[in-house]
Every structure is written in structure tokens, then in C-alpha cells.
């Protein structure tokens, strides 16, 4: 690790330098996605990386979504981080926010952990939050309606997926996103699930919820998978809660899956010893 890097870290263990260094945001792009420097650092990290795989394969425009909109808070972050990251690795970015419009609808069963949400939570005000958005568009409706009906639709590959639905129907639904063909999705598509953990009331477990929805989309083929990014701790300066709930889309099949994205002077270059 750089002597930079070391004094870094030393730095972000003190209380206070987390704070204020998200107050005031300095730093290269790289360095503040790597210290999750921003208002929703899961949000930056996963778009950050989408761009740049984007990059590497020579296409030069992509999509990110959240689905689960509510206030906008989370849109307004990623539509902030899309225009910064557009800027700095020249890949074009659209930003699109699925919803409702108008809360949580009523969920189907106890799949949709009915204890812990209900219909009407998370009200959009949706002038207010177009007011704040600049080129984010908003998808509105039931997802499970919007989600297959913009799949029909021409846009830009998706390389960005945020999942805050909190209901397993609804995320079942939006997972739609990934049923298109190759030229819909990048071959590996950085997706973040909000709901993967519940309060201590909630007991989140493997059979509801957004898990139970992964597990499903999992068990229906052999070529897209969902996966957890493992081991992200060891990548990352330092434990963030977002780490475990970071997944990627994987599309075995894709014409670009196994195409190089590193350097090739990687391959000449030696490992240092011990
Ligand atoms: C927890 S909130 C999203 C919070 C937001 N991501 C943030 O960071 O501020 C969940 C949202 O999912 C939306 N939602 C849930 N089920 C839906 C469905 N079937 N169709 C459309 N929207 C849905 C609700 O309207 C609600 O606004």
C-alpha cells in the first residue's frame, strides 16, 4: 500500500475525518468512490464500476436504475454520481427511477414481510421530487407492469441496479430487467439490494423477501445469475455496511463476458514475491 494510502486510512479512523471529508469532497473520483465518499457510497461504487466496464468494452452509453424511488433521496445521489463518473470516464449515463408514485401498494403474502411494511408507506411527492431532478426520468407505475414494458423499449445497456422495492413480488417483478437479450444489460451488471437485512423485529431470512427473490431468479437458469460480490472487505479500505448487500447480475452467455477489461500489460507484468 502507497505511503498515501497509508496515511489515509490512519485518517479515516479518526471519528471526525469520515465527517468532514464528506462535508468537503475532495480527492480524485477514484479515491472518493474507494473511501465511499459520497451521500450514497453503494450507489457510487457499484455506477463507478459500471462505467468503467462499460468503458473497457467500447460502449460508450449505459443505463441505471433505481427501482424504489420514494422521496428521491437515493435518486438524486445517483443522478449526482451518474453526471460525475459520466464526466470522468466519458460513458454517457442514463438515470431512471421505477415507482409507484404513490407508496407501497398492498403486498400478495407473507413473502412480502407484511410485518414490517405496508401499503401507503414511503409516499412520493412527485412535482416536488421532478423539481430536484435534472435529466433522471421517472418511470411510474407498478412495477409490475413498468418493468417488462421498458425491457420492450430501446434504452441504453444496463450497467447499474439499485433494488429498494422491499416487497419479494415487487422485486420479483423488477428483476424482469435482466430477461432481455445481450445487448440489454452489460455481461456483468453491479446491482445493490437494499433489503437483503431487516431491523431485529423483521428477522430477515432466506425465504422472503428480496433473498427469496434472488434464490429464485438463481434456480431459473444455468447462464444468469445473481451473486453476491465476495469478499468486498478485502478490497475495500475499510468495512462498510453496504459490502454484503452488493451483488452483481451475471450473464454467463453474453457475446462479452469473457472478453479481456485489464490492461495488457498485466499479463507481462510479475506478481512480487512473497
Ligand atoms: C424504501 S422505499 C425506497 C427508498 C429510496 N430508495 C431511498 O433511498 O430513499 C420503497 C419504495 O418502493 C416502492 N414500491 C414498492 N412496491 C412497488 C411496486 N410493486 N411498484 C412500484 N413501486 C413499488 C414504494 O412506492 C416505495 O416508494
Not at 63 to 90: N, Y
Not at 220 to 236: D, G, I, M, Y
Request: proline share 5%.
Amino acid at each position: 500500500m502507497s505511503a498515501r494510502n497509508q496515511m489515509l486510512l490512519q485518517l479515516t479512523r479518526l471519528p471526525f475525518f469520515l465527517k468532514l471529508w464528506n462535508r468537503m469532497p475532495l480527492g480524485s473520483l477514484r479515491t472518493r468512490v474507494d473511501y465511499g465518499i459520497f451521500p450514497y457510497p453503494h450507489y457510487a461504487y457499484g455506477l463507478f464500476w459500471a462505467a468503467t466496464l462499460a468503458a473497457a468494452l467500447d460502449i460508450g452509453r449505459i443505463s441505471a436504475i433505481e427501482f424504489g424511488v420514494a422521496g428521491g433521496r437515493g435518486l438524486v445521489a445517483l443522478e449526482h454520481a451518474a453526471s460525475e463518473i459520466s464526466r470522468e470516464t466519458g460513458v454517457a449515463i442514463d438515470v431512471f427511477g421505477f415507482d409507484s408514485g404513490a407508496g407501497m401498494p398492498a403486498p400478495v403474502d407473507y413473502r412480502d414481510l407484511p410485518h414490517i411494511w405496508g401499503p401507503g408507506f414511503y409516499r412520493m411527492d412527485v412535482d416536488k421530487l421532478r423539481g430536484q431532478l435534472s435529466g433522471a426520468e421517472l418511470v411510474l407505475g407498478d412495477v409490475r407492469d413498468t418493468t417488462a414494458a421498458w425491457i420492450g423499449q430501446s434504452h441504453a445497456p444496463v450497467g447499474f441496479v439499485a433494488f429498494d422495492l422491499d416487497y419479494y413480488s415487487a422485486t420479483v417483478a423488477a428483476l424482469q430487467i435482466f430477461s432481455g437479450t445481450a445487448s440489454t444489460h452489460l455481461p456483468r451488471v453491479h446491482c445493490y439490494f437494499d433489503d437483503v437485512t431487516t431491523n431485529d423485529l423483521g428477522c430477515m431470512n432466506p425465504y422472503v423477501g428480496e433473498l427469496l427473490a434472488i434464490r429464485e431468479f438463481n434456480e431459473r437458469s444455468a447462464e444468469r445469475k445473481l451473486c453476491l460480490v465476495e469478499q468486498l472487505r478485502v478490497h475495500r479500505h475499510r468495512w462498510e455496511k453496504w459490502q454484503g448487500r452488493m451483488f452483481a447480475f451475471h450473464d454467463f452467455a453474453h457475446p462479452k463476458y469473457t472478453q479481456l477489461v485489464v490492461s495488457p500489460e498485466r499479463a507481462d507484468s510479475q506478481l512480487p514475491l512473497g
